[in-house]
T-cell receptor
Framework: EAQVTQNPRYLITVTGKKLTVTCSQNMNHEYMSWYRQDPGLGLRQIYYSMNVEVTDKGDVPEGYKVSRKEKRNFPLILESPSPNQTSLYFC?????????????FGPGTRLLVL | AQSVTQPDIHITVSEGASLELRCNYSYGATPYLFWYVQSPGQGLQLLLKYFSGDTLVQGIKGFEAEFKRSQSSFNLRKPSVHWSDAAEYFCAVGAGKTSYDKVIFGPGTSLSVIP
């Protein structure tokens, strides 16, 4: 089954304690992306990756890092989380190009930073 | 700076009625445009997208959207709403070099459907 998985699904942590949210897709997609969702703000793109070792900043990259060492994985790293990073996070991957493109989303990771 | 507005925070329609969700964007060139739906049971899903060509775009679940350059709009429509369409709808614009780069989302419109 084609899918994007995220772990953990729920996480409570404290300010300053480094954490990683994993994202994995089993569809051999080149393009992957991270978003955060906050009430009243919709979704905001954090980082995206067009291929292995190719990443770029989205709209709100501050406080986040990513890596893309292999095609299937695109982890999101919070080196020193702060309460303003409390949010719902989504990973996504893209299949195809042009008219046949479609986007697959993971189930989301709900993060609370105390 | 690029931006997306969705003027209606919440809309309620009766089942079987037609639907139009409004979206306006601010961008200097022809953007990539998207509509997404988010529902508790199915998570986030891409409904349709506009990259170029025909300004009337067909999507999944019976939705369509029309790109109007003169009005900087990309409104989503459905001729007959079903109860399962109740969800949050997001319009988005891709302002980067490729379609999914630098994607900016609107704040969303919540749709309720009355049986």
């Amino acid at each position: 089954e084609a899918q994007v998985t995220q772990n953990p699904r729920y996480l409570i942590t404290v300010t300053g304690k480094k954490l990683t949210v994993t994202c994995s897709q089993n569809m051999n997609h080149e393009y992957m992306s991270w978003y955060r969702q906050d009430p009243g703000l919709g979704l905001r793109q954090i980082y995206y990756s067009m291929n292995v070792e190719v990443t770029d900043k989205g709209d709100v990259p501050e406080g986040y890092k990513v890596s893309r060492k292999e095609k299937r994985n695109f982890p999101l790293i919070l080196e020193s989380p702060s309460p303003n990073q409390t949010s719902l996070y989504f990973c996504a991957s893209i299949r195809g190009a042009g008219d046949v493109e479609t986007q697959y989303f993971g189930p989301g990771t709900r993060l609370l930073v105390l | 700076a690029q931006s997306v507005t969705q003027p209606d925070i919440h809309i309620t329609v009766s089942e079987g009625a037609s639907l139009e969700l409004r979206c306006n964007y601010s961008y200097g060139a022809t953007p990539y445009l998207f509509w997404y739906v988010q529902s508790p049971g199915q998570g986030l899903q891409l409904l349709l997208k506009y990259f170029s060509g025909d300004t009337l775009v067909q999507g999944i679940k019976g939705f369509e959207a029309e790109f109007k350059r003169s009005q900087s709009s990309f409104n989503l429509r459905k001729p007959s709403v079903h109860w399962s369409d109740a969800a949050e709808y997001f319009c988005a614009v891709g302002a980067g070099k490729t379609s999914y780069d630098k994607v900016i989302f609107g704040p969303g419109t919540s749709l309720s459907v009355i049986p």
